[in-house]
């Protein structure tokens, strides 16, 4: 291609032409010191905490310590290039990252800076890195479930739209893999998914990044890196900027999503690193003393919005997020139980608040004028999956034992599960969910409401067992039943099982119906079962996904489908 | 250049504010400020006085006589009074850090206020004398001008008030308009691709 002179000067000069020359009035301090990506800057009398700042060479940095003369920066960048005298400058902004619809199937840094070369990343919008957690009124509770895909979970340990499920284990115990697998099964239910990988391998992250485009999930998901080798400071904003990304879905898109921080022991880690630089005092294990803030506000972000109401004009379009068209109820809060508005703005948004709005509607005179509307953005929410590393197992340690009490469950991963074959490596004896069934569909409640202290006795007897003592009939049938249901709930990585997939297949192993079959046979058989089903009673499942529950006419005919099943499988092995 | 830990600059600005005071009592305020200002020039250019405030190897002693041997009587008895109290608290390593919260408390106390004036070429006196206005208009202290020549700014002035910067030069100009350029050129390049 032949260089077109002409055309790059006259785009020079127009740009030239078109600036407007502007006085640039700035505060400014001076770099006293700088190391390890903490800069202690002279000046700056009036910058705010966790204020914004640039630096002469154009890097960035947050102002986190105020001191009487001076204050602390940590670089978020390379601080290679800063030195002793160099100028800085408030900008007056809080840390910021890009978001919108442009930022899913990218993988960007904490600054929202892309690294997958594909190109910049052209967003209007920005939200701040840091925002107070909603508070009791806007919330609802956790109600709605949010499908692993992984049948040791969805049926033991449910996880609800809105809650915040730690994943907490030794490291090779397949923590990420579980993260990753909920998110390939969030393919087509409308969740936006954020993963955000601190101080992990940049190879690791690269084969996430590779799986997810495979199995067709980086089209709904937003990737946040800060690599082992990114400074410190990035990986402490990392997890607060793909919170950031994902509120912007939540709360202006009323839509549900799914955050993975992985791992918040290495943010934490990185966040001693610079507490420790900015001379802030040591606590236990050599974490500053607001290490449980550190992860608390960022957990708490993670919410379930309530849905909210009004009673609108007819011709007010679908989308309409205008809460003054609302129709005020002429008596306000103090109108009768049935039709009373949640709010002095008329609006409906507690639990049966779509019932009132629709009672009062139906109650106007003049009701073909006006129609019941749910606001579009709200009713959103972010349910959190924070990923713990333990040392040899050890729950008790600082990090662990705060971020335990912090979330609502955890998923404990074991390495001796691990390697005897069982995976995903769940501990179902101490691994629990706190929200528990009222996050399961009814069906997946009523089969395997059980299933958890069952196998918690199982291993119980188990290890009786091993004394080699006889065994009465009962006991035996009991430890036959817990051998098939652990090996019912292995599940190889990266193929999720469908809510229907995941109730025959449970339903098959409490109800003893896999009770006849040898151990080693019962996954072949539950998937030649579910590959039968699909092809020839494929209504079977299309009931049970419709209504979320196993009806008694769809349960006697699972139950001959199975039985006849069975007999053809054990003759052709 | 001079210590900047925290606990230091407090300490100075304890001792050169009471100097200060002292001097203003008597009314010597301004010929005490000129005295801690040569002391402060010579201590830049002999680098043995620095040694001698400085050094943690002479002792207190030692340093006492000195001080009296060379400066009583060449020095207003204030100034002499005020290095002897900064030795015998063992302070007279911050003497430079003293001199500074002296001539700035002083400054203020007049309604002064130091201003760094960058500019491309000499300022003329008329230019001086409109900045220093302007500077009254803005900040209402009188401006004590402290001009350095940079001819690398090709352009415009780069006017300093204590942590506030005004940048009104040519060479910040033609940094913004090279950055926009580079924005202009990613965006297109970017449409490119996607086109």
């Not at chain 1, 089969?447 to 006889?470: C, H, K, M, P, Y």
């Not at chain 2, 033609?174 to 996607?194: H, N, P």
Request: proline share 4%; glycine share 10%; with cysteine.
């Amino acid at each position: 291609m032949k260089l077109n002179v002409d055309e790059i000067s006259s785009v020079i000069t127009e740009e030239i032409q078109n600036y407007r020359s502007e006085v640039d009035v700035a505060e400014v301090g001076k770099v006293l010191e700088v190391g390890d990506g903490i800069a202690q800057v002279y000046g700056l009398g009036n910058a705010l905490a966790g204020e914004l700042v640039e630096f002469s060479n154009g890097q960035n940095g947050q102002v986190l310590n105020l001191e009487e003369n001076s204050v602390g920066i940590v670089i978020l960048g390379d601080y290679l290039e800063i030195r002793e005298g160099d100028e800085v400058r408030r900008t007056g902004e809080l840390l910021s990252v890009p978001v919108g619809d442009v930022m899913v199937g990218r993988v960007v840094d904490p600054l929202g800076r892309p690294l997958d070369g594909l190109g910049v990343v052209e967003s209007s919008e920005r939200r701040p890195l840091e925002i107070k957690a909603p508070g009791i009124v806007e919330r609802q509770g956790v109600t709605e479930p949010l499908m692993t895909g992984i049948k040791a979970i969805d049926s033991m340990i449910p996880v609800g739209r809105g809650q915040r499920e730690l994943i907490i284990g030794d490291r090779k115990t397949g923590k990420t893999a579980i993260a990753i697998d909920a998110i390939i099964n969030q393919k087509g239910k409308n969740v936006i998914c954020v993963y955000v990988a601190i101080g992990q391998k940049e190879s690791t992250v690269v084969a996430v990044v590779e799986k997810l485009r495979e199995h067709g999930a980086m089209d709904y998901t937003i990737v946040v890196q800060a690599g082992s080798s990114a400074p410190s400071p990035l990986q402490y904003i990392a997890p607060y900027a793909g919170a950031a990304m994902a509120e912007y879905f939540m709360y202006q898109r009323g839509m549900a999503t799914l955050v993975v921080y992985d791992d918040l022991s290495k943010q934490a880690q990185a966040y001693r690193q610079l507490s420790l630089l900015l001379k802030r005092p040591p606590g236990r294990e050599a974490y500053p003393g607001d290490v449980f803030y550190l992860h608390s506000r960022l957990l708490e972000r993670a919410v379930k919005m309530r849905d909210e109401y009004g009673v609108v004009p007819k011709d007010t379009p679908e989308d309409s997020t205008d809460r003054s068209l609302a129709r005020i109820h002429p008596d306000g809060l103090k109108a009768d139980a049935e039709h009373r508005p949640d709010g002095a703005d008329g609006l409906y948004h507690r639990d049966d608040g779509k019932e009132r709005a629709e009672a009062w509607h139906a109650s106007l005179a003049d009701s073909g004028k006006y129609r019941v509307h749910q606001y579009p953005d709200s009713g959103g929410s972010m349910t959190a999956l924070p990923i713990i590393e333990t040392l040899e197992g050890e729950v008790s340690a600082y990090i662990p034992t705060n971020v335990i009490s912090i979330t609502d469950g955890q998923i404990y991963l074991e390495p001796d599960l691990f390697f005897a074959g069982v995976r995903p490596a769940v501990n179902v004896g101490i691994s629990v969910s706190r929200v528990g069934g009222n996050a399961q569909r009814k069906g997946m409640k009523k089969i395997a409401g059980s299933l958890r202290l069952d196998l918690a006795s199982f291993r119980e007897l188990e290890a009786f067992a091993q004394l080699g003592t006889e065994l009465d009939d009962a006991t035996q049938r009991q430890l036959d039943r817990g051998e098939r249901m652990v090996e019912l709930l292995k599940q190889p990585q990266y193929t999720p099982y469908s809510f229907a997939h995941q109730l025959v297949s449970m339903y098959a192993g409490t109800k003893g119906l896999l009770d006849d079959l040898p151990t080693g046979q019962v996954l072949a058989f539950e998937s030649a079962l579910l590959r039968h089903i699909d092809d020839e009673f494929p209504e079977l499942f299309e009931s049970m996904e419709d209504k979320g529950v196993m009806t008694e006419e769809t349960e006697s005919s699972l139950v001959e489908v199975i039985n006849n099943f069975k007999t053809t499988f054990q003759a052709d092995n | 250049m001079a210590n900047r830990d925290e606990k230091s600059l407090a300490a100075a600005r304890v001792y050169g504010l009471s100097l200060l005071e002292l001097a203003e009592r008597s009314g010597a305020a301004q010929a005490l400020g000129e005295e801690l200002l040569d002391l402060g020039q010579l201590l830049d250019r002999d680098e043995k006085l620095r040694a001698f405030f400085g050094s943690p190897l002479v002792d207190a002693d030692t340093r006492r006589g000195m001080i009296e041997k060379t400066f009583r009587g060449r020095a207003s008895d204030l100034l002499v009074d005020g290095l002897q109290v900064l030795n015998r608290h063992g302070r007279i390593s911050l003497l430079e850090n003293v001199i500074e919260a002296y001539r700035t408390g002083y400054q203020a106390r007049q309604g002064h206020v130091d201003v760094q004036v960058r500019s491309a070429v000499p300022l003329s006196d008329g230019q001086r004398r409109e900045l220093a206005a302007a500077v009254n208009a803005i900040d209402g202290r009188t401006a004590d001008l402290i001009e350095t020549v940079d001819p690398s700014m090709l352009g415009g002035l780069v006017v300093r008030i204590g942590d506030r910067k005004i940048d009104t030069s040519v060479a910040k100009d033609l940094r913004t308009v090279r950055a926009q350029l580079a924005d202009r050129a990613a965006r297109e390049i970017l449409a490119d691709r996607v086109a």
